[in-house]
């Protein structure tokens, strides 16, 4: 099982919609948890941080944690053409060489059409 | 402008060639990462260091070599012993703490020639 696991998409959404991105971990010690935006070819943008249950909201996204379920997800309200791109979840988590490191998942692309 | 500053921007390495990928930092971080990204997929981590002098192997250390004389610097060597180097490098750094995040250089793309 991967550590830490997202649907590789595309999630095709319509411009103006509610993008919705899942992730889910294996480690209950989790306790720091970030989305990072990489456009293609660039390098990765961190956009959203939350280390506590419930939502935390900037702008038009919100980051969801429900460490109960071990599950991050972030909404993109009013999504845009230019939120088109690869979304990566990391969440700092033991790794199996015996530390905790930030774990990255293979992302979901998230197309938005106009 | 504070940030971090990867370079080549583009790489290409001949058969048998070790080649180096620079990272300077001006955000007085004291730790530094490498990863590697394959198309498609996430990022695997190469080696990071937490001080000066001092540094470690992450998940996919074989046939890379790195040093940190400098606090503001990593450099990445891609030894020819790294039989698969053709993928996007990516440096990162943060304060070292457990639980913050990490923020990228733009990144070197290295293919074989």
């Known amino acids: 099982q991967k550590e830490v696991e997202q649907n590789s998409g595309p999630l095709s959404v319509p411009e103006g919609a509610i993008a919705s991105l899942n992730c889910t971990y294996s480690d209950r010690g989790s306790q720091s948890f970030f989305w990072y935006r990489q456009y293609s070819g660039k390098s990765p943008e961190l956009i959203m941080s939350?280390?506590?249950?419930g939502d935390k909201e900037d702008g038009r996204f919100t980051a969801q944690l429900n460490k109960a379920s071990q599950y991050v997800s972030l909404l993109i309200r009013d999504s845009q053409p230019s939120d088109s791109a690869t979304y990566l979840c990391a969440v700092n988590a033991w790794v199996d060489t015996g530390r905790r490191a930030l774990t990255f998942g293979s992302g979901t692309r998230l197309q938005v059409q106009p | 402008d504070g940030g971090i500053t990867q370079s080549p921007k583009y790489l290409f390495r001949k058969e048998g060639q070790n080649v180096t990928l620079s990272c300077e930092q001006n955000l007085n971080h004291d730790a530094m990462y490498w990863y590697r990204q394959d198309p498609g997929q996430g990022l695997r981590l190469i080696y990071y260091?937490?001080?000066?002098?001092?540094?470690q192997k992450g998940d996919i250390a074989e046939g890379y070599s790195v040093s940190r004389e400098k606090k503001e610097s990593f450099p990445l060597t891609v030894t020819s012993a790294q039989k698969n180097p053709t993928a996007f490098y990516l440096c990162a750094s943060n304060q070292g703490q457990v639980g913050q995040p990490q923020h990228f250089g733009d990144g070197t793309r290295l293919s074989i020639l």
């Open positions: 939350i280390y506590s249950n």
């Open positions: 260091s937490q001080i000066v002098n001092d540094f």
